[in-house]
């Protein structure tokens, strides 16, 4: 690690530790969103409701349930009959992974490029995660998703802290060593600043431990292996690995040394859903 990146990592470790660190909040749109979910005294109408405040999000939140991964035999034709088709959770899950897209803009180029190229990672692995999931666990694919979604949610304060700080704009590489140490630490501290569902939370901190062994399949584990096989046919470090030892892949009972079932066209419209 460069002398800079060991710097700025230790001023944002201390800013950890003395919880002087900025962490991003949701969109507004999507805090009432889940807010309104969580509430026993509500229903679909009230949840409706408050979603139809944003057109935006109504309107994507309609194409969502009528593309190919999806949709039934009868097309959805406005906001109440995609709720109900998704229900209160599955639609707060949703709502919150298509608003957080917004988050994911700069004003440097640098930056810029980097969260667009985090997000992209983060939307194959969602796509890969909602899959798997429903193939191989019993686990919710929406959860799922949303896990893929958000392991890398660390960096943003990194790049936000990169954007005021020439030091980072003007070496690239500095600042993705500084991402790489430090994402998972950051990312646990903003889903539980987030109030995000508990199975969800261990995600950013956890998903790169591949001696992790639990006793049942969980989030980490599809994340996991979405991740790695997000990587495949790279370049990338991770892709060296022996997979067979890992024991995510063992928990979802996918033999890396055999062929799989082809879910790939499953895959590329569960990444869509984000797009």
């Not at 969109?27 to 009432?32: G, I, R």
């Not at 949610?153 to 980072?168: K, R, T």
């Not at 901190?205 to 980490?220: A, E, I």
């Not at 892709?239 to 082809?262: C, H, M, R, Y």
Request: hydrophobic fraction near 45%; glycine fraction near 4%.
């Amino acid at each position: 690690m460069s002398s800079t990146a060991e710097h700025v990592q230790q001023q944002l470790l201390n800013a950890i530790d003395k919880d002087q660190l900025t962490l991003p909040t949701l969109p507004e749109v999507a805090l009432k969103v889940r807010e309104v979910a969580e509430d026993p005294n509500v229903n679909l109408a009230d949840l409706v409701r408050e979603i139809s405040n944003d057109a935006a999000l109504s309107a994507r939140l309609i194409k969502v349930v009528n593309s190919p991964l999806l949709r039934t035999r009868t097309e959805i034709t406005d906001l109440s009959m995609a709720v109900s088709r998704l229900g209160m959770t599955y639609t707060a899950n949703l709502a919150t992974a298509l608003a957080m897209q917004q988050m994911f803009q700069a004003t440097s180029d640098l930056v810029d490029r980097k969260m667009r190229e985090i997000w992209q990672r983060s939307t194959e692995v969602a796509g890969i995660a909602h899959v798997l999931c429903r193939h191989y666990t019993r686990l919710k694919p929406d959860q799922a998703t949303l896990g893929g979604l958000v392991h890398m949610i660390g960096a943003l304060p990194v790049l936000s802290y990169a954007e005021e700080h020439d030091l980072l704009l003007d070496d690239p590489q500095a600042l993705d060593q500084v991402i790489n140490a430090i994402h998972p630490i950051i990312g646990d501290r903003i889903l539980q600043a987030w109030d995000f569902p508990a199975p969800l939370r261990p995600i950013p901190g956890q998903h790169l431990d591949f001696t992790r062994n639990s006793d049942s399949v969980d989030y980490v584990d599809i994340v996991q292996v979405a991740l790695l096989q997000s990587l495949d046919g790279s370049d990338h470090p991770l892709t060296q690995l022996d997979w067979s030892q890992i024991p995510a892949f063992a928990k979802l009972g996918i033999d890396p040394g055999e062929e799989e079932e082809d879910l790939s066209a499953e895959m590329e419209a569960a990444m869509q859903l984000l797009n």
